[in-house]
Structures are given as structure tokens and as C-alpha cells.
Nanobody, 124 residues
Framework: VQLQASGGGLVQAGGSLRISCAASGRTFSYYAMGWFRQAPGKEREFVSVISSNGGTTYYADSVKGRFTISRDNVKNTVDLQMISLEPEDTAVYYC??????????????????WGKGTQVTVSS
């Protein structure tokens, strides 16, 4: 599976942005999909994950209520809708695939594929 994130950009604090990850390959629907982010000088951190059928989602506490993850197993895409953005959300956002939700959660080490990131910058 090859993953490519897109849709990043510059937005003012309080604004919204939707980023997307497109996957190649017929096995996209088998994988749980996650979003991670890495801010300058910080370690990469978990943002959100969605199960293979879209029925289960988890979010980091820092984005809960502001970010929504979704997927389309026909189009082979996973999106992250972000609202009420804060300067602290500035980071490179990466999508990732794992065999199950619990392989993508924080502390797990089960990411099978990483996509190239997309930069999100939130100005104050």
C-alpha cells in the first residue's frame, strides 16, 4: 500500500482545514488508518485512527471534538477534517496504515505503511 497525504496549507487560528490521504492498492479496506503529526523539534504523535470498516474511531485528547476522521473504501481515501485550529496544531501530518486499530494507537508498534506528510500551519 502506498499512501500520499495532501490538502495541507496555511490557515488562521480558529479556521478549518481538511486533509486527505490517498492509497494505492486493492487492500486498502483491510487496514486501519491513522493520522499522526510531527511539530518542529518534537516527536511524532498520534492524532486519530479509524478501523477498516469505519465503525471505530479514536482521537488524541488534544484534538477530540475538533478533528473528525473518515474514510471511503471505494475511493481508497481517509480524510481528517479539522476545525477550530490552534497554532499548536501546526505540524507535518502523516497518514499510516496498520492491520488493526490497536496497532495504530499510541504505544503500539504496528504501523505497516507510512505516507509522505503534508504541512499544516496555523497562524495566530
Amino acid at each position: 500500500v502506498q499512501l500520499q497525504a495532501s490538502g495541507g496549507g496555511l490557515v488562521q487560528a480558529g479556521g478549518s482545514l481538511r486533509i486527505s490521504c490517498a492509497a494505492s492498492g486493492r487492500t486498502f479496506s483491510y487496514y486501519a488508518m491513522g493520522w499522526f503529526r510531527q511539530a518542529p523539534g518534537k516527536e511524532r504523535e498520534f492524532v486519530s485512527v479509524i478501523s477498516s470498516n469505519g465503525g471505530t474511531t479514536y482521537y488524541a485528547d488534544s484534538v477530540k471534538g475538533r478533528f473528525t476522521i473518515s474514510r471511503d473504501n471505494v475511493k481508497n481515501t481517509v480524510d481528517l477534517q479539522m476545525i477550530s485550529l490552534e497554532p499548536e496544531d501546526t505540524a507535518v501530518y502523516y497518514c499510516a496504515a496498520g492491520l488493526a486499530v490497536n496497532t495504530v494507537l499510541p504505544g503500539a508498534d504496528g504501523i505497516r505503511y507510512w505516507g509522505k506528510g503534508t504541512q499544516v500551519t496555523v497562524s495566530s
